[in-house]
T-cell receptor, first 114, second 111 residues
């Protein structure tokens, strides 16, 4: 158990819809990152939040957005869903400090877009 | 941008055999992480290597980072069915940046 939880575990949407995925970080962790993992691929970085501010973004369009709350839980929102958005979405939390900190991953949300 | 290449892509070994998975980076590695993933599930942290020549072990799994910090290997001794899964290497460009991952190595262990 990593102490990172995600909800829902599975989700089916249709093209054009919007979706919100949730993540609860491990206690004491102030940084959360979201990753998209397509089938047979490694996770791809979407964005990162530190103390409720986005402080890093991968090569994903603006329709992917997020929020981090004061209790360090977070959301990933995807608007105008496309078929290629079907993937496993992973969140990872860590305590950002002055040294390399290990990221701990949640179990993921599997999204299917029809 | 940094890229990680893992080899082999997949591996089938008989229970009790040893195996090695490699991860090669296009750039010098700052921190190299090894994770294990059961199909469709989250990533389980195994080990992190940071210094050239560093080697770490946990139970029957040993990971090494070469002196030039551009290649890492993961070695499993006397494999068991519980070792089956997808092994992913990930690297950060600096202390607090997000990780770039390889595509993973799918390991199957047969009795």
């Amino acid at each position: 158990e990593t102490g990172v939880t995600q909800s829902p575990t599975h989700l089916i949407k249709t093209r054009g819809q919007q979706v919100t995925l949730r993540c609860s970080s491990q206690s004491g962790h102030n940084t959360v990152s979201w990753y998209q993992q397509a089938l047979g691929q490694g996770p791809q970085f979407i964005f990162q939040y530190y103390r409720e501010e986005e402080n890093g973004r991968g090569n994903f369009p603006p329709r992917f957005s997020g929020l981090q709350f004061p209790n360090y839980s977070s959301e990933l929102n995807v608007n105008a869903l496309e078929l290629d958005d079907s993937a496993l979405y992973l969140c990872a939390s860590r305590r950002q400090g002055g040294v390399q900190e290990t990221q701990y991953f949640g179990p993921g949300t599997r999204l299917l877009v029809l | 941008s940094q890229e990680l290449e893992q080899s082999p892509q997949s591996l089938i070994v008989q229970e009790g055999k040893n195996l090695t998975i490699n991860c090669t980076s296009s750039k010098t590695l700052y921190g190299l992480y090894w994770y294990k993933q059961k199909y469709g599930e989250g990533l389980i942290f195994l080990m992190m290597l940071q210094k050239g020549g560093e080697e770490k072990s946990h139970e029957k799994i040993t990971a090494k980072l070469d002196e030039k910090k551009q290649q890492s290997s993961l070695h499993i001794t006397a494999s068991q069915p519980s070792h089956a899964g997808i092994y992913l290497c990930g690297a950060g460009r600096s202390g607090n940046t997000p990780l770039v991952f390889g595509k993973g190595t799918r390991l199957s262990v047969i009795a």
